[in-house]
């Protein structure tokens, strides 16, 4: 079993349509050479189209930092799966830690977006990840499961196959504090048992698990080296493109 490395940026609400472009150019100039990893970034929803432009040809993909459950209608202010694969995405976040603290986003809402991005051809970057309150009272693995079995509810192992997971300690993320390399492997290790749980070891084997929250060049060479992280996904850090590029580039 081989799970590839992937190593995803994302810019959050930050960077103009302008600065978007020049980051993406930046990083397709110092990645080109890069191979054997796979390497996205998701730029604010404005940025997509102009950004996707400039990595066109590259070893670059363009991810969706959020998207809707319907394809179209009445939902002001939503993009839907198919207007992002066609705007140039491949992949979408969803159920980031921000968006379940400020837009009420939940287990139901995650498993509704999984499936119609899966349905429009993007893959799903699923973003779970327990509090500091309840890693403090010894909650973490009770709700990474109820993450698993609610986000991931009713898949089948043919979706499951299009899926990449993101654990991000809520506690972690933007913080400046890391989740150690041993507690980052410990929690990878759980959510891979309960993927074997429900789907099996094949699977479970194959599903890659990526680490969030605080990634930066100085950590990141250490949380690769465990044997269940098989990624990043990379906010603040991902905004430079010289940090991101030693990111993607992590010793082995
Ligand atoms: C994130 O936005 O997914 C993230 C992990 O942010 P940061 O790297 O800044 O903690």
């Known amino acids: 079993m081989t799970r590839i490395p992937c190593i995803a940026g994302n810019w959050k609400m930050y960077k103009t349509v302008d600065e978007a472009v020049e980051t993406a150019a930046k ?9 054997g990893r796979d390497i996205g970034i998701a730029p604010p929803f404005v940025s997509l189209v102009p950004v996707a432009e400039v990595i066109k040809g590259s070893n670059i993909s363009l991810i969706a930092q959020n998207v809707f459950w319907e394809d179209e209608g009445a939902y002001t202010g939503e993009i839907s799966p198919t207007m992002l694969k066609n705007a140039g995405c491949t992949c979408a976040i969803i159920g980031h830690s921000e968006r379940r603290q400020y837009f009420g986003e939940t287990n139901e809402t995650v498993n509704k977006k999984i499936n119609k991005c899966l349905d429009a051809g993007l893959m799903a970057i699923v973003c779970i990840g327990e509090s500091l309150e309840e890693r403090e009272s010894g909650n973490t693995f009770s709700v990474l499961e109820t993450q698993v079995s609610e986000g991931f509810s009713a898949l089948s192992p043919d979706q499951m196959e299009k899926i990449v997971i993101a654990y991000e300690p809520v506690w972690a993320i933007g913080t400046g504090k890391t989740a150690t390399a041993s507690q980052a492997q410990e929690a990878h290790a759980f959510i891979r048992s309960k993927i074997e749980g429900h789907y099996g070891k094949a699977i479970a084997d194959e599903i890659r698990i990526l680490y969030g929250g605080s990634v930066k060049p100085g950590n990141v060479d250490e949380l690769m080296a465990e044997k269940d992280v098989d990624g990043a996904l990379v906010g603040g850090a991902s905004l430079d ?8 580039q992590f010793s082995s």
């Open 27 to 35: 990083l397709k100039e110092a990645l080109h050479n890069v191979s």
């Open 241 to 248: 493109a010289g940090s991101f590029a030693r990111i993607v």
